[in-house]
């Protein structure tokens, strides 16, 4: 439908390596780049002064330890099935997993969207069944239509326990921390899907970053590349959209409006950046009913420690490369990961290691 | 975890799910945050949701924009 007539790809990358301006340290915000970047070998073949930056974009990798400890809480203290996302189960939270849980008896089901497991708990009326959502603004749209779609249902014995989180509260502050020094992003496609390209002029016209969007196939991250170091080349900062078959100027205000009436922004935590305000999505008052948090755990607190040695909060600032950490691929592989990073293929330490450049 | 793919829709019920056609292989697609979107539309999903309609003239401007990039020799 869209596929150009020739592979652009090999063109576009003699562009981008005939690029002689300005050191330019490129953020690619979602993980998805990190693994496409990874997979192409692109960090081997960039011009002299470019390199990449891997940022906050893979979901279960900035949720904080306390959110699988709040899971694990459930499982075992409060009977519920605990339906998630693949990677979700493997996460460590401060005494195992909820894969390890579940080995041991309890009810933790894998499934692939908010949908499924709201579909379990229409099967089975009798049990409490709790989605345990996390991600971007890419999937909390789909969490909220589900939360919509089981109220109107009056299904009463399904929650979630929500960890969703805004994109953009997390670029300004890492724009602002002076360690890492980001001069342009790669800003995520499939988020930007639903935020439009709007959403990122305050980090061009206040920071003066420029900001590309860019879509996952080899020549879809090299068109965004070429776009930015051209405009690093011109001494501008700007927002570009190097996406447009799938992002829109003002993304997907359906998707927005169903998001904002279910779910209300709130400080929240992030593995690596911390406490950021505003950056947090909460189920509304109106949703207590279908919130965990208010169900299951009012009054319940969790430590959330880290698992000792993992500099993943350092990876996911972009201050350390993934093979800068002394258990990168000795103690920490995606087989027996010890941190949240190495267990998402999209998270910097996995794609890293299963795409190993030579 | 953000794998979003397009297909084509095929039906449409009137609760508002869809059936999606991804090369041959076939899915109920909910539409509630698409929802102007109908037969013979091609879709962006994620997590059983259709998320972006692909609008004909945003997939031209993709072209365009590989033509543009092509075009002049950044060595200028
Ligand atoms: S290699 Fe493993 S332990 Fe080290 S930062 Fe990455 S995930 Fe954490």
Redesign the interface.
Known sequence: ??T?QID?AP??LE?VQ??RGPPTAVMEV???HTVAIARLGLRSLLPPGVRFLSGPGC??CVTPVDVFDAALFLVRECGVVLAT?G?AVRVPGSDGTLAEARARGADVRVV?????ALAVARSEPDREVVFLAL??E??S??VA?TL??AREARVDNFSVLSAHKALLPAMDALVQDPDVGIDGFLC????S??LGTRGYRPLADEHDIPCVVAGFEP?EVL?GL??LL?QRLAGEARVEN???????PDG?P??RA?LERVFQRVDSRWRGLGLLPASGYDLRPAFASLDARRRFLEGVSFDGREPPGCRCADVLRGVLEPDGCALFGKQCTPENPVGACMV?S?GACGARHRYREA | ????I?GEIIAVDPGGTAEVDFGGVRRSI?L????DAGPGD?V?V????A??R??PA??R???A??RE??DDD??D
Do not use: K, Q, W
């Not at chain 1, 995520?188 to 988020?191: D, E, Q, S, V």
């Not at chain 1, 190097?242 to 829109?248: I, K, L, Q, S, T």
């Open positions: 439908m869209t150009p652009p063109r576009l562009r005939a690029y979602c993980g998805t979901p279960v996302y990677d692939y969207s908010a949908l499924d991600g971007f890419t999937t749209p789909t239509a919509l779609a995520p496609g499939h988020a899907m639903v020549a068109a070429a776009l051209d190097a996406y447009p078959r799938a992002v829109a997907n359906a998707a169903v998402s999209e | 975890m953000c794998v979003a397009p909910s509630a945050l698409v929802p091609f962006i994620h997590a059983g949701f998320l972006h692909v609008d945003e997939a401007e993709t072209r924009l590989f990039l092509l950044p060595a």
